[in-house]
């Protein structure tokens, strides 16, 4: 089960001419440890200032996510230079839709190797690799929002983390709680019950690449499921924002909270929790793309602007 399908999904119709002028997407190979790889860049041509540099990490799944950076950035309202690493056998144009991911795909895609690659770009593309102490900002949707929070506490060069829809419950406890509340799958066909015994299967063959659990090997699933993203958060000291939708179907409104709850207790470390009422994983919320509003609040963000976020309707 792809958790970024709606933030993909979302993107699918700009993939035209980006609205600003002078915002140019490109694509890029580079190797990542010895293998060949893919990067885009979204980056202002004509800008007269320098740009805050941001890597975003995408969520699960084997569809392209890089061409859809326009739509993500639509409404920044500053110059923007944005990257994207690939995952690795992600092919052109991909739209990860069920059955399509393919062997080579599945074996790479874990928690871990997501680490390292994107821990290895920051090292080896030219921009990222010039950056200096904390001064690049990352930025993980989705599934993103797990690897984002690893990297940032691995690599000096991380100066803010912002994550939209994850949270800081451990992903076996998110299905746990959409199966206490009833949400299909995780209740239907599934129960607490059942999913206690998959986890246990899973736990049991970590490596499996034949066995499979919601359009997933258990290898991807052990890689996630039981890990405590608390951890690392605690080990940050960087500004941190966390943005979820209150009806996301997804990832539990609960585990957004849980996070928040965690920052409450550390008061000392900088951290803003954002809920739209309303909204799905995607920050949709009818025709309010929250995901949109969300990236433009990032600017006044990065100055520690305490109106950053006013503007998006979003809840406290």
Known sequence: MGRNALFAAAAFFSLG????????????????????????????????QGAQVIVVVSGSGCAQFGSRLPYFFEKYPAPVDVYHLEKPHVGKGATGQPGTCSPQYEQADNLQRRVRDTLAFLDRQPVLAAAGPRSIALVGFSEGGRIAPVVAGRSGKAGWLAVAGSGGMRQSDEFLVFADRGVAPYADPYSRALLEKQFADIAAHPAALDKSFLGHPYAYWSSHLFNDPLPDFARLDIPVVAAMGEKDESVPIESGRALRDFYARHPHKPFRFIEYEGASHGLQRGDRRHVQ??????????????????ETQARP
Request: proline fraction near 6%; aromatic fraction near 12%.
């Open 17 to 48: 001419t980006p609205a600003h002028a002078g915002r140019v997407l490109e694509e890029h190979t580079i190797a990542i440890d010895g293998q060949p790889g893919r990067y885009f860049r979204l980056h202002d041509t004509e800008a007269k």
């Open 293 to 310: 509003d969300f990236v433009a609040g990032l600017t006044r963000w990065f100055r520690n602007d305490p109106r950053a976020f006013d």
